[in-house]
């Protein structure tokens, strides 16, 4: 098999996934094994003993939604998808010396950099009998951001759990469900973690806790661990329930619960939670450039109890994330866990349990798969996986395993509707081997036997804590803030004022000796002055006059449904020259009315004042300069997509506007494919029925070698019209039986100018069907430039309001504090 010389399937929403498997010859067979990206929408299970390759499926699925531009939230409960950071383009030998196991090079007599050129060799050659190479490992390392975060430890990249004690979302807190849900599970691995057993119903620790968090987040007020363990303590609260709270819970008791999760806060480790980027999914999934992220949190290192605490911590924040999605066909994120056993279990609720629930039966409404992994498959809540329409099965170690596997299976065939052979799928799995998998898909016709590709990472095992340290630094994108520059919107934001102005510190020019306070000039009545309040210890300071304005400016374009305003506050300082005030020069304020003062501090000087200032119709002109000059130099300015066309809203961040760019751009190619399967199906259809035809009309000898031939030449393209039109159908079926028909006609020794003639007919329908793969192969490269995200280029465009849209809604005097010539304010 020759995959490089076939047609691309990158970039059109179809992972490679390996080939088929014939389980009889135990060999890989031709037939490359594509996985449609939006089946991963109605989520997935994978189930495989130790040995099976469960993790190395995990990483082919995972590595194929980094090349699609689709970004995950990983939970690694062992440590072994840390791997997927171990991406060498180059497959040098002096890229794995540092990974490679020194005591497996001893065990071979070898030494490490030996060791590590064997390792790179094994790699190369892998690839390439997968038709992979260096330059797919590139791609894949273009295609996203890889990072290891490790909660509670500064092995990886840290993390900080206050954003879980936020209060939640407005359209989150108006679900009551999902709610009350919320702060159960919160409430349930916080006491998991401080060493409390509490049921939700029966334990008065979780409900009178519970209350409290409820009743914080209900008015929208965030929490800290301090500030709830003050609550505990005095909780501002009469009654629980019907109960009054000291008959309920007394305090003398409330004060042990206050100690327990006092001594969680001041243990030395606890702080290590605290540190680190917020856990934010936003921010998880994507760079602040908008670059797709795999986000992989390894939680080897921790306790069962910490273990339980993050994971459930992580999940609720993912679920809220995903319920202020829009709704979406296409598959827009991945939430994967590896070893899922005793967080999803059949009968016990574990805080973990409720929103991994959830998010089975909600995510996929909003484009969010859920890929749950296992070594053990009797401790899975089968009612709730009933959800899943893809399970990859690999080998199992008991009889007991498989028939609760296969029970599960059959619960969610019978919801999905499809149908389910149990015998047939039980001598199936029975034969598996290392690396080959089941795939039953509702969305198949019928269950595909494969063989997993290689992966594109150097699958080492687990990383210790050390090895983890070596990605803990994040790149300077993700660690800095990004700044602005007058080219276009800064990486933070989408969405940029642009208005120019001077520095403050650069803003005061030379002005005339100053003069006593007693001698501040009297000004009209018509003109109504302030003074800027100074900053706190500020001594000896010198009023400067200046222009405060406050303008609101309105931009509507119906064509982009933008009906917006803005409020701007610009201060104005006095300038040398023939004019005394020029708009071009004022600065951008964020002034409150407390930062306004009607008289000035005691002991001020002031600067002199020009005389155009006591005059009220200097400020009717000074408002007509302002209004041209905001009609001439404000600019609203909004990312634009090349590909898309869309336009982000105002104060969208890139972070934000380019996954959203990415996601419509994903429908609008999997709209084109549903174009496409409609117009190809009923060509492939005829083209299988005639070949059914010839099949049956061919009744002479042939070789072997020249049926694998013809299987040969089918392989990519009919996997590639199978990912098209709906599923694995048939055309690599009826090669198999073509193959099979000319096995039996091998053993027929007749020989007539019909079979001849029978024989140039299926080498011609063959011929259409390979014209028809030239035809796809055609459209999925157009299509794949079309709406590939990784291809898109945002621009900046730039709105101006006009002069009509301008009003000015006050301009005062201003007296500007300065301190020793500098701006004291």
């Not at 590139?138 to 092995?155: H, I, K």
């Not at 100053?514 to 100074?534: C, D, M």
């Not at 064509?559 to 004019?579: I, P, S, T, Y």
């Not at 999997?670 to 061919?698: F, S």
């Amino acid at each position: 098999m020759d995959p490089r010389a076939t047609p691309s399937f990158e970039g059109l929403g179809t992972f490679y996934l390996g080939a088929e498997y014939d389980l009889e010859q135990r060999a890989r067979r031709s037939e490359v094994v594509l996985f449609d990206s939006k089946d991963l929408v109605t989520h997935a299970v994978v189930v495989g003993m130790t040995g099976s390759g469960k993790t190395g499926l995990g990483v082919v699925l995972l590595e194929e939604a980094a090349l699609d531009g689709i970004p995950a939230i990983v939970i690694d409960p062992k440590g072994d998808l840390a791997n997927l950071l171990l991406t060498f383009p180059q497959l040098a030998p002096a890229d794995f010396e540092p990974w490679v196991d020194p005591d497996q090079a001893r065990v071979k007599g070898l030494s490490v950099p030996q060791l590590a050129e064997q390792t790179a060799a094994r790699w190369r050659e892998g690839l390439a009998s997968w038709g992979q190479d260096g330059a797919r490992v590139q791609r894949l390392r273009e295609s996203a951001e890889f990072a290891v975060y490790t909660p509670g430890s500064s092995a990886g990249r840290s993390i900080s759990i206050l954003a879980s004690f936020a209060a939640p979302p407005a359209e989150e807190r108006e679900d009551a469900e999902l709610f009350a849900e919320r702060v159960q599970s919160t409430v349930s691995s916080l006491l998991g973690l401080a060493g409390v057993e509490a049921d939700p119903v029966q334990s008065r620790e979780h409900i009178f806790l519970s209350t409290l968090v409820q009743r914080a987040w209900s008015a929208g007020q965030d929490l800290d661990l301090g500030a709830l363990i003050a609550q505990i303590q005095k909780p501002g609260i009469e009654r629980v329930g019907v109960l009054d709270l000291e008959s309920f819970y007394p305090a003398k008791e409330r004060f042990g619960l206050a100690l327990a999760l006092n001594n969680l806060l001041a243990s030395p480790g606890f702080s290590a939670w605290m540190q680190g980027e917020a856990l934010e999914v936003d921010s998880l999934l994507y760079t602040r450039e908008g670059k797709p992220r795999i986000a992989i949190f390894s939680i080897a290192h921790l306790s069962d109890a910490q273990r339980m605490f993050f994971v459930s911590l992580l999940l609720n924040q993912t679920l809220g994330w995903v319920r202020r999605q829009r709704g979406a066909s296409s598959l827009r994120a991945l939430v994967y866990m590896d070893e899922i056993a005793g967080y999803f279990p059949p009968v016990a609720n574990p805080p973990s349990k409720a929103p991994l629930l959830t998010l089975m039966k909600q995510a996929r409404a909003f484009g969010v798969g859920v890929v749950l992994a296992t070594q053990n498959p009797v401790d899975l809540d089968y009612k709730g996986l009933s959800n899943a329409g893809a399970w990859f099965i690999g080998r199992l170690q008991t009889e007991r395993d498989k028939a609760r596997l296969l029970d599960g299976l059959e619960g969610a065939s019978s919801q999905a509707g499809a149908g389910f052979d149990r015998a047939a799928m039980e001598r199936a799995i029975s034969g598996l081997g290392a690396r080959v998998f089941l795939l039953n898909n509702v969305h198949d016709e019928q269950p595909t036997l494969f063989e997993t590709r290689w992966a594109l990472s150097y699958l080492r095992g687990p990383m210790t804590r050390a090895e983890l340290k070596r990605f803990a630094t994040p790149p300077p994108s993700a660690a800095q803030p990004a700044t602005g520059s007058a080219a276009g919107p800064s990486a933070a934001s989408g969405a940029r004022v642009v208005a120019p102005s001077a520095s403050p510190a650069s803003a005061g020019p030379a002005t005339p000796p100053a003069r006593a306070a007693a001698e501040r000039a009297v000004l009209p009545a018509e003109v109504p002055e302030r003074f800027l309040a100074p900053r706190a210890g500020a001594a000896q300071l010198e009023y400067r006059p200046a222009l405060l304005a406050s303008a609101r400016i309105g931009l509507r374009d119906a064509k982009l449904g933008l009906d917006v305003e803005r409020e701007v506050n610009l201060l104005c300082l006095r300038q040398d020259g023939l004019a005394p005030f020029d708009w071009e020069h004022a600065l951008a304020l964020e002034v409150e009315r407390a930062e306004l003062e009607d008289a000035p501090r005691a002991q001020a000087s002031f600067a002199a004042l020009p005389p155009e200032c006591a005059q009220p119709k200097s400020y009717e002109a000074w408002r007509k300069q302002l209004v041209e000059h905001l009609a001439r130099s404000w600019k609203l300015e909004l990312l634009e997509s090349e590909l898309s066309g869309l336009v982000s809203a105002p104060g969208e961040s890139e972070r934000e506007f380019r996954p959203r760019s990415a996601q419509l751009l994903r429908e609008r190619r999997d709209e084109e494919l549903e174009k496409l399967r409609a117009r190809l199906a009923p060509k492939l259809a005829a083209l299988e029925e005639r070949r059914r035809r010839r099949e049956q009309a061919l009744e002479v000898q042939r070789e072997q070698a020249q049926g694998a031939k013809v299987s040969t030449a089918l392989s990519f393209g009919s996997a590639l019209l199978n990912a098209f039109l709906g599923g694995r159908r048939s055309v690599s079926g009826h090669v198999g039986r073509a193959a099979s028909a000319a096995r039996s006609a091998s053993r027929s020794s007749k020989e007539s100018s019909d079979v001849e003639r029978a024989e140039q007919d299926l080498a011609s329908v063959d011929a259409q069907i390979r014209e028809l793969q030239e035809e796809l192969a055609a459209a999925a490269a157009e299509l794949s430039a079309r709406f590939d995200p990784a291809r898109d280029t945002l621009r900046v465009r730039a709105l101006a309001p006009k002069k009509s849209a301008v009003s000015v809604r006050a301009l005062v005097l201003a007296w500007a504090p300065f301190v020793d010539g500098a701006p004291g304010w």
